[in-house]
């Protein structure tokens, strides 16, 4: 076979040098041959620069057939990629959020969380549980371990969070400031219920505000290859504290409230459900979501350690009214909103909360109606498994039924 290598000079030359431009033609005129046609004469052969680049490229008479055939390719394949024939083209990558498409997610979790994890993996099939190993050294520190670190690389990755308490924080945290530094494609943080901020009041010189440093230690989580790592919260408790995050995270703030609709379309007395705000505060929070439902506002005030609930606005007689709430701590408020709402003729009394903290057992001050009245007792009391530790307690008893985030949370990991 000829090549450029064997060919001779003035072959070479010939091939190298394209005819020069007569005297008055324009610098850059091309090559005139006897034929009309642009087409043909680009294509013919010993003609212009295409003959030239071929004959050097030493493929011969045939190239000019390879390179129709390999654009004839790539319109076939619709790839739009011009590959060599036999050379299959490059499969073009699926862009995650595409119509069609769903991202693969990697999910660790921390142990509280393993229940929930895996409700979360059964409601999708992208989903994969990966593990950590939740080990101590002698003298109490965390001794941790991600199993196979190296088959995370480039893929997207989240991990479910639970901070209970401040025990377990230090622990997590260092995992969530690890994983996006293994090359991973995305980071993803869910944090069911940011727990600090839900008690503290900003009043004196000196107080100094947790929900705020909490927030600037989630802000600095390591960047991965895909940018900025994402935040998943639900109904966090001070509207302000989505404010204090800063431009290094993607914080996505949702809610509990779908949850509670769909499971009061379930009820038989589904028609006559009138919503109970305890306050002026669960009223702003909620009532767009909420708005329409009848509804009745209460207000509370304190006195000491007493809290006196009043009805603001509404009328409760004959209905079955759910309170309204993003989480309880003792209850006390819950209950005397149950009482007040009971004494002006409400036929049922319900409570939902998104967090149920229950700090010292204070769960076990609910019971259930059992026929006696809205007066002693709930008919339903609705939770999420955003605190684990509290699902684990009341699991199984009246008048607590648990509605779980793992659909809501699976969404949110497409995002």
């Not at 071929?54 to 390879?66: E, M, P, S, T």
């Given at each position: 076979m000829a090549t450029a290598a064997s060919a001779s000079p003035g072959a070479l030359g010939a091939a190298k040098t394209p005819a020069?431009?007569?005297?008055?033609?324009?610098?850059?005129?091309?090559?005139?041959?006897?034929?009309?046609?642009?087409?043909?004469?680009?294509?013919?052969?010993?003609?212009?620069?295409l003959r030239a680049s071929l004959h050097l490229g030493g493929a011969g008479a045939g190239a000019g057939a390879a390179i129709t055939s390999s654009s004839a390719a790539a319109a076939a394949?619709?790839?739009?990629?011009?590959?060599?024939?036999g050379i299959a083209p490059l499969a073009l990558p699926k862009m995650a959020g595409a119509r069609g498409t769903q991202k693969n997610v990697l999910l660790f979790y921390c142990e509280e969380m393993r229940e929930l994890a895996q409700?979360?993996?059964?409601?999708?099939?992208?989903?994969?549980?990966?593990?950590?190993?939740?080990?101590?050294?002698?003298?109490?520190?965390?001794?941790?371990?991600?199993?196979?670190?190296?088959?995370?690389?480039?893929?997207?990755?989240?991990?479910?969070?639970?901070?209970?308490?401040?025990?377990?924080?230090?622990?997590?945290?260092?995992?969530?400031?690890?994983?996006?530094?293994?090359?991973?494609?995305?980071?993803?943080?869910?944090?069911?219920f940011f727990p600090t901020g839900t008690s503290e009041r900003m009043e004196d010189e000196g107080d100094v505000a947790t929900a705020f440093t909490l927030a600037r230690i989630l802000s600095n989580i390591p960047i991965s290859r895909g940018g900025p790592s994402s935040l998943v919260i639900f109904d966090i408790h001070a509207l302000q504290e989505r404010f204090y995050f800063g431009d290094s995270v993607l914080p996505c703030f949702e809610s509990g409230i779908p949850l509670l609709?769909?499971?009061?379309?379930?009820?038989?007395?589904?028609?006559?459900?009138?919503?109970?705000?305890?306050?002026?505060?669960?009223?702003?929070?909620?009532?767009?979501?909420?708005?329409?439902?009848?509804?009745?506002?209460?207000?509370?005030?304190?006195?000491?350690?007493?809290?006196?609930v009043r009805i603001?606005?509404?009328?409760?007689?004959?209905?079955?009214?759910?309170?309204?709430?993003?989480?309880v701590q003792s209850g006390g408020t819950l209950i005397e909103c149950q009482k007040v709402l009971a004494a002006h003729g409400a036929a049922k009394v319900s409570a939902y909360v998104t967090h149920g903290i229950f700090?010292?057992?204070?769960?076990?001050?609910?019971?259930?109606?059992?026929?006696?009245?809205?007066?002693?007792?709930?008919?339903?009391?609705?939770?999420?498994?955003?605190?684990?530790?509290?699902?684990?307690?009341?699991?199984?008893?009246r008048p607590f039924e648990i509605l779980s985030l793992a659909g809501p949370i699976a969404s949110a990991l497409q995002i």
């Amino acid at each position: 076979m000829a090549t450029a290598a064997s060919a001779s000079p003035g072959a070479l030359g010939a091939a190298k040098t394209p005819a020069r431009a007569g005297p008055g033609a324009p610098a850059f005129a091309r090559p005139t041959t006897a034929t009309s046609s642009p087409r043909r004469a680009s294509s013919a052969p010993g003609t212009g620069r295409l003959r030239a680049s071929l004959h050097l490229g030493g493929a011969g008479a045939g190239a000019g057939a390879a390179i129709t055939s390999s654009s004839a390719a790539a319109a076939a394949n619709g790839s739009g990629l011009h590959v060599a024939p036999g050379i299959a083209p490059l499969a073009l990558p699926k862009m995650a959020g595409a119509r069609g498409t769903q991202k693969n997610v990697l999910l660790f979790y921390c142990e509280e969380m393993r229940e929930l994890a895996q409700q979360v993996v059964a409601r999708n099939d992208d989903v994969e549980l990966r593990s950590v190993s939740w080990r101590t050294f002698a003298d109490g520190f965390p001794n941790l371990f991600i199993s196979n670190a190296h088959s995370i690389r480039g893929r997207h990755v989240a991990f479910l969070a639970s901070f209970s308490s401040p025990s377990v924080i230090f622990e997590q945290l260092s995992i969530i400031y690890a994983l996006p530094k293994l090359f991973i494609s995305s980071f993803t943080l869910i944090l069911p219920f940011f727990p600090t901020g839900t008690s503290e009041r900003m009043e004196d010189e000196g107080d100094v505000a947790t929900a705020f440093t909490l927030a600037r230690i989630l802000s600095n989580i390591p960047i991965s290859r895909g940018g900025p790592s994402s935040l998943v919260i639900f109904d966090i408790h001070a509207l302000q504290e989505r404010f204090y995050f800063g431009d290094s995270v993607l914080p996505c703030f949702e809610s509990g409230i779908p949850l509670l609709k769909s499971r009061l379309q379930e009820l038989p007395d589904s028609h006559n459900i009138t919503i109970a705000f305890p306050d002026d505060g669960a009223w702003k929070r909620f009532y767009k979501q909420l708005q329409h439902f009848p509804m009745v506002v209460c207000n509370k005030v304190r006195e000491g350690e007493r809290r006196i609930v009043r009805i603001k606005e509404g009328d409760p007689r004959g209905r079955h009214v759910v309170i309204v709430d993003d989480l309880v701590q003792s209850g006390g408020t819950l209950i005397e909103c149950q009482k007040v709402l009971a004494a002006h003729g409400a036929a049922k009394v319900s409570a939902y909360v998104t967090h149920g903290i229950f700090p010292n057992n204070s769960w076990a001050k609910f019971q259930p109606d059992n026929g006696d009245g809205p007066e002693h007792g709930l008919s339903h009391f609705w939770l999420t498994d955003s605190c684990p530790l509290t699902v684990k307690a009341v699991k199984d008893r009246r008048p607590f039924e648990i509605l779980s985030l793992a659909g809501p949370i699976a969404s949110a990991l497409q995002i």
